[in-house]
């Protein structure tokens, strides 16, 4: 399965569909295969009787304590203030910027840095797998980490155009050093360009998650799932291959 959607790239590539030097990477939430009442306190032994699991009003549930009987390796994550929990598994996606087609995915577990982590592994497979190396990368305030600011350009030599915070930066470390010149790229119009072109990442991943049958993974663990997604990403590069093509 990942030949095949590495063959989608390498298809992409070699027709001229793809820009060599302007990227985007964005991440989601995919709903896991596990109901909320599969999620229980660790070494609960497993008695087949979830009813007394129905309602969980005043229990503190985390991640540390507890963990889904259905599927272990789903974690609980909520996709942002004021929404409900779920159990989930973390999807990320590299796009160029030409004509929004996809040159990799993973599914990972759901944290709170797995997108920086993803986002970097994603430019070192396409570096080794097809010999790119982005010159920009496009990303949402999710990706505001002065750490992974600084990896890009001292590690990959990759311009980081990503969305900051708001707020002073008051620290002097090589880190806050990283977030200051982001906010002073704020002002280029290279910036602004791939802020613009950012957005075209939404619905791909909206095509994968909707029409994909990404929404809710209709498996249990992370490799299964991770499966499928190079399966979605595949189709939906050779859809919009045919469409770009005369």
Known sequence: MQRFFEGSVAQAISEEATSIDHFTVDGTLLEACASMKSFRPKGEDDDGDSNRWGGFSGEKRSNETHESKTDPEAKLMRKGKGQAAMLAHSMHVLMENRNGLVMDVRVAEANGTAERDQAEAMLHSVRKRHWLHPKTLGAD????????LKRLECEHQITPHVALRTGA???HTPEADARRRARKRQKTIGYRISQV??????????WMKEIGGLKRTRFIGRWKTSLYALAAAAAFNFLRLSHLSP
């Open 197 to 206: 072109v950012r957005k075209r990442v939404e619905p791909v991943i909206g």
């Open 141 to 148: 305030k999710g990706y505001d980490d002065g750490g992974f």
């Open 169 to 171: 930066i008051k620290s």
